[in-house]
């Protein structure tokens, strides 16, 4: 059965970001482009055997406090980077010495898209020293976070000190441990450093679970200067199972840092690469567009590194992030396939109005042109990340006959938008569009 991607997407974007469309075994997924995600990490990395404060929060915040930084932060990570969920770290102790500050972010955070909370180890390759607490962080999380449709739990992150056998052993137990949350809520991390996914895809038991890849540019070499070659990279990782899993970590130089003693000025990733990181981001954004794969950049914010796709200023409610590199972020809205897109392609049997409508944006306008093949009014609609319509713009059209129409959104705020365009009821075209004047 064909069915056209336009309608798909444009009933999508409405319920999945208002946590209303989940994904199901599978038997039945196609992609998982769904998340549009970035992590928001700790300055001095999520390994750590203490408490895990993600950027801009302390040992001294309250839940209040939190939930005005997760308001800043995940708000702008909205409306400046178009993304609808964020990755977000746990480990025993902050579960269990930090939990009553840290729900205040996470809380926030859940009214704004998805929110995958992943495991950490004191430190890469690290094992839990005390199952027990182990256990307890989940069963303390999933009792908080399990009904909520937005919530997913990342179950380990980058798992390599164990072995396939055990791994698989543990994953297994966690599924027996909390039967009744969704699998389509689970991320599996792949073996090792979530570089082999076929490890987990193919173990029946994790049918309906989805999976994690990580990849990275020191994962391979700086002789792979090709793009071609990073997005073969990563399919040897992923194998036959792209249609379940999600890229939970991939990055790369966002601002100035060097590198085996050699410095990196801002590099421009919309144009063809000279070196191995600029290869890398054009290769995985590739791969991931590709696949219609989701992801989940790293980091979207952490303070301190030269990959975080914004910088932090300002304190409490004056937060502000700033763009680090604005290639960057064309290149991630790339990898999500349909976040970028600046014209509306008309397609199915259902909707042949038009031939080449067209839709961009230029400062506070938006410009509608397309040539209907019948006459008729009709609107064009913007609904926000909540799937709430935002407004709707009137028009009429005479068939055969270029139409041009200007709408001011000068009344609209930064962030991502679906218009909708239909023409006597009927479905013409729909695009995401992202302002950020």
Not at 72 to 97: C, D, W
Not at 241 to 261: F, H, L
Not at 264 to 287: C, D, H, K, L, W
Request: hydrophobic share 35%.
């Amino acid at each position: 059965m064909k069915i056209s991607n336009r309608r798909i997407h444009s009933h999508a974007f409405r319920g999945v970001l208002a946590g209303t469309l989940f994904l199901c075994g599978s038997n039945v997924l196609a992609s998982t482009n769904q998340f549009r995600g970035v992590n928001w990490a700790d300055q001095r990395d999520n390994f750590q055997s203490g408490v895990v404060y993600v950027s801009g929060l302390t040992s001294t915040d309250t839940y209040a406090s939190a939930s005005v930084m997760a308001d800043r932060v995940v708000g702008q990570f909205v409306s400046k980077l178009g993304s609808n969920g964020v990755r977000m770290p746990i480990n025993e102790a902050t579960v269990s010495t930090y939990w009553g500050t840290y729900t205040g972010a996470i809380d926030m955070a859940l009214t704004k898209g998805r929110v995958d909370l992943c495991y950490w180890g004191k430190s890469s390759g690290a094992n839990p020293p005390d199952m027990t607490a182990w256990w307890n962080m989940w069963t303390t999380v999933i009792t908080k976070y399990g009904a909520n449709p937005n919530f997913y739990a990342e179950v380990f992150n980058e798992p390599s000190g164990y072995s396939k056998a055990n791994l698989l052993t543990l994953y297994a137990q966690w599924l027996q441990k909390f039967p009744n949350f969704p699998r389509n809520r689970i991320i599996l991390d792949g073996s090792g450093l979530a570089m082999n996914v076929p490890d987990v895809g193919s173990d029946s038991r994790f049918a309906e679970c989805l999976l994690a890849v990580h990849d990275y540019s020191f994962f391979g070499g700086t002789d792979m200067t090709k793009d071609s070659q990073w997005a073969n990279h990563i399919k040897g990782f992923v194998g036959n199972y792209s249609d379940r899993t999600i890229a939970t970590e991939w990055g790369g130089p966002m601002s100035t840092g060097s590198k085996n003693g050699v410095t990196y000025q801002p590099m421009n990733y919309n144009v063809a690469g000279t070196n191995f990181f600029e290869a890398y981001i054009r290769g995985i954004s590739q791969q991931l567009h590709d696949w219609k794969m989701g992801s989940f950049y790293w980091p979207g914010l952490r303070d301190g590194d030269w990959y975080s796709m914004t910088t932090r200023s300002g304190t409490g409610s004056s937060t502000n992030l700033t763009i680090s590199n604005q290639s960057g972020v064309d290149r991630m809205h790339y990898s999500w396939v349909d976040t970028v897109a600046t014209s509306i392609q008309a397609s199915g049997t259902d909707a042949p109005l038009s031939a080449r409508p067209k839709l961009t944006s230029v400062g506070s306008r938006l410009r509608l042109e397309f040539t209907p093949q019948s006459t008729g009014s009709g609107s064009m609609k913007l609904f926000g990340t909540d799937g709430k319509l935002v407004n709707s713009f009137h028009l009429q059209a005479t068939a055969n006959e270029n139409c041009s129409r200007s709408f001011d959104l000068s009344g609209i705020p930064n962030g991502l938008y679906l218009a909708d365009l239909e023409i006597d009821g009927r479905p013409t075209g729909s695009s995401k569009i992202l302002l950020n004047r």
